[in-house]
């Protein structure tokens, strides 16, 4: 039997599971994947209908019929959402603003909250439409994840905050953003090999994932393909290690006591 398997369109993730996906590297049988936004993954693996799937680390914990996987996932250092505003400001002069975030349920929204200027309101977009949103004055700041940190500058818009920065300050550690999961009926060490024996053909052979890479990068330049795997594919995403599990054992912990 085959499993369900949902990431993102997204160069790292695309980068990560293609020969996986292809048959390159041997493991469980795949059905085709599903491509989605990390917030509509969240949505799905909420409701358990994914065997193995992408989601923001904000979310794990909610997560009980699955596991985490140590192969797979976005985790690093200076690869973290960013604040960015149409004109130069504070985060101080941001208290009482409207933000325009990818995602409630996003480990960039968690971010947002433990740095937490005092956001009057929130209006949840499609990533892809943050930059606009800010750009055209329809909301006063945006939280910025994926290629944006990238192409930001080409809007004409200001980083007020870089919640990656931020987060390794605070606790020295890197910052987890997106996670692999497998549910726990699975033979999870053996589709995490599997995933990490992608990774490492992915770095192998690059030229073989290329044009998969570039079908589904939705019209971005091959400049900007090139950084955003090398910022967001690392050695954290072929094994998470200690320092990994422990980056994410505490966000886990400063997040439940948002709500404590």
Known sequence: MSLSLGFS???NDTFVFHALVHG???GPAFDPPVYADIDVLNTRALAGDLDVT?????????????VLLGSGGALGRGCGPLV?????????????ATVAVPGERTTAYLLLRLWDPGFADVVVLPFDRIMPAVLAGDVDAGLVIHE????????????V???GDWWEAETGLPIPLGAIVAKRSLPAEEIEAAIRRSVEHAWAHPEQSR????????ELAPDVVDAHIALYVNEFTRDLGDEGRRAVEELAKRAAALTS
């Open 148 to 159: 944006s940190r990238f192409t930001y500058p080409s809007y004409g818009l200001h980083r």
């Open 24 to 26: 390159l590297v041997g």
């Open 9 to 11: 369109p997204c160069p």
């Open 84 to 96: 960015l505003t149409k004109e130069p400001t504070t985060k101080e002069s941001l208290r009482g």
């Open 161 to 163: 905050a870089d919640l």
């Open 54 to 66: 992408k989601v923001s680390y904000a979310v794990l914990p909610s997560l009980g019929e699955y």
């Open 211 to 218: 044009d998969y890479v570039l079908a589904h990068s939705q």
